[in-house]
């Protein structure tokens, strides 16, 4: 594996069996995620992306194919257990709805400081009530807040405090599934933000997840368009935008709103016809990183 690959996905499938039939949610992906670098999974409502992204977490018994993390075979289950502590603190995972994700009963300052505990980061009360301090201020979460309950903050405080949790660990992969999707769109803003500016300065490597393609082109580097369960379209971001070449990703493109009124008056959303879609396809490297499937 490259020196500067924190997360090499090879070959994933994950299959459920469906009144015997089944469902291939994500059928042969590969991608790998460099070192500080920020890939956006992008794709339509039931495309696969949560699946990878709990294959990845460990959190489903995948049906084939490997997963490395920093070298390590973490699809192997006993590879898995043996690294499970650096896992743990360098592998995070923030959820569209923190509303749900953050423990009720607990404390805002308790929910940042768990991941502290569990990992033994920090060796004193007092060094552990400054770090959360520090993660509130730098998430944007006022002061206050520390004793308050998750349902007394609203829904875009509650996805700070999921943040400031994520990041506690100076984690090394960071994987945030629609993390604004149940937002306000002013406040979907806002957490793009901070997310971009959290990882300029932490260097942190982030796989962000969307179904729109808006938002990808704000914040990643570099973009894997999902399609029934297989990458359709990787490329860097940019290069992405300036040249879409599977007809999915051209559709999706089109579809992205821009500022301009008479532009927007005139356009024409692409449509993608499916029946377009070859099961038996593979990507393939048609420019330099520019990889499409067909
Ligand atoms: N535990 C499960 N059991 C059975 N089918 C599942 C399971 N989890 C996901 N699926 C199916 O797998 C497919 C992919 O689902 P997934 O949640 O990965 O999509 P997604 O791209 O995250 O969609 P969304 O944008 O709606 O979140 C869907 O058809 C879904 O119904
Ligand atoms: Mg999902």
Redesign the pocket.
Known sequence: MEENVILSVKNLKQY?E?KSAY?K?VNGVSFDVKKGEILALA??????????AKCIMGLNRITSGEIYFKGNKISDRNVYRAHSKDIHKNLQIVFQDSASALNPKMRIKDIIAEPLRANNICTSQAALDKRVESLMEQTGLDLIYKDRYPYELSGGQRQRAAIARSISTSPDLIIAD?PIASLDVSIQAQIVNLFKRLQREHGFSFIFIA?DLSVVKYISDRTAV?LKGRIVEMAPTTELFKNPLHGYTKALISAVPLPDPIYERNKKILEYDFSEFNENGRLTEVLPEHFVYK
């Open positions: 459920f469906f469902v949610a794709g339509e409502s039931g495309c696969g992306k949560s699946t990878t629609e179904h999902m």
